[in-house]
Every structure is written in structure tokens, then in C-alpha cells.
């Protein structure tokens, strides 16, 4: 084992770091969510979205995150087996939806509509992101796909 790899989830994308076990960078990589943030209508049926609402595209995390990984390991000169253990950290308190079992959903289970989730967009006040309308702010997931 020679490294860590963190992977930080953002509003718009993910970024993947890559430090030794000394505790120095060796590689960082940023890939962009594809449908970005999904604030006027949902990608896959054209639904209009309600005012003050930011969704994320579940696949993008996935995809976005492989991009980012497979870059940071390019740019360390690492192999896959060279990395001995994963952090993840997301931004402002984002909620992953979950299966009982703790695994994620997957892009044909959306119609059990927890496909996505509800994110505030940075810039906006508490109460316009939520808090005011359904009293829990960032930790709320989507149900609209």
C-alpha cells in the first residue's frame, strides 16, 4: 500500500486526492457532474422542477467519480492495489439515498423515487433553501424522479 484516496463530492462535481502514507499529495483530479445541477426540469422525463430546487443526476456521482479516480491514478503513477483505504467527504451535509440493506439506488430503481436528492444551492438564504418550507434544510432527499 502507498496511498489514501479521498473523494470529495461537491455541488457540481467531484474531486478525487491521492496522498501517501507520509502524508504528501501525489495527485488531485476534478470531474464534473454531466447533467451538472438540475434546477429547471429532470433530464429523463422533462418534469418542471419547483422554484429554489438543485437536483444532482444519481449516475453522475458514479460516473464523475470513476473519472476522477481513473485521473488521479494516471497522474500518481498508481495502480489500483496501491491504495490501502477511502475517505468521502460531501459538501454542506448532502445526503446519499439508501436502500435498507445500505446500498445505493441504482439508475432502474427510479421508480422507487429516491433517485436523487434535494440540494439548496449555495447562494441561497436557510429559508429559501428549505428550512423555512419543510423545517430540514439540506437533508432532503428528492422524491421527484
Known amino acids: 500500500m502507498k496511498a489514501s484516496l479521498g473523494l470529495d463530492f461537491g455541488t457540481e462535481s467531484v474531486r478525487a486526492v491521492l496522498v501517501s502514507l507520509q502524508g504528501k499529495e501525489l495527485a488531485v483530479a476534478k470531474a464534473k457532474y454531466r447533467h451538472g445541477q438540475i434546477i429547471s426540469q429532470l433530464p429523463t422525463s422533462g ?5 429554489h430546487f438543485a437536483l444532482q443526476h444519481p449516475t453522475d456521482w458514479l460516473e ?12 500518481a503513477r ?3 492495489d ?11 451535509c448532502t445526503m446519499l439515498p439508501a ?8 439508475p432502474q430503481d ?15 438564504t436557510y429559508e429559501t433553501a428549505g428550512a423555512g418550507r419543510d423545517g430540514v434544510g439540506t437533508a432532503v432527499f428528492g422524491w421527484s424522479w
Open 47 to 51: 418534469r418542471k422542477l419547483p422554484p
Open 82 to 92: 496501491e491504495v490501502g483505504g477511502i475517505g468521502v467527504d460531501f459538501t454542506s
Open 110 to 124: 427510479r421508480k422507487n423515487r429516491m433517485a436523487s436528492r434535494r440540494a439548496p444551492a449555495p447562494h441561497r
Open 64 to 75: 464523475s467519480a470513476a473519472r476522477a479516480v481513473r485521473a488521479a491514478l494516471r497522474q
Open 99 to 106: 436502500r435498507r440493506d445500505g446500498t445505493p439506488p441504482r
Open 78 to 80: 498508481l495502480k489500483t
